[in-house]
């Protein structure tokens, strides 16, 4: 799956999790490559936490000067809101 930022095509791959490389020895859900223009995130991810993990690594690639801090809690409010309002991802 294709989607355009900020005027450039990114690739979104659901992959699964031992694909995504790790990040200081920690396990990541998902993964912005800005090099490769790709979003990755983990299949494993359902639900109100995959909406959060695509949201944050979105944000990555929207703005790659902002902090992880800021990300973690743009991310986290913008995706509990969305969920709150009844956003749900439609399988086609
Ligand atoms: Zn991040």
Redesign the pocket.
Known sequence: MHISIKGRKWAVIFCPLKDIPMKNGETLLGL?DYDNKTIFIADTTHGEERLATLT??VL?AVDDKLT?KR??DLANGVARALWKLGYRRIES
């Open positions: 912005c944050h690594e990555h992880e990300v973690k």
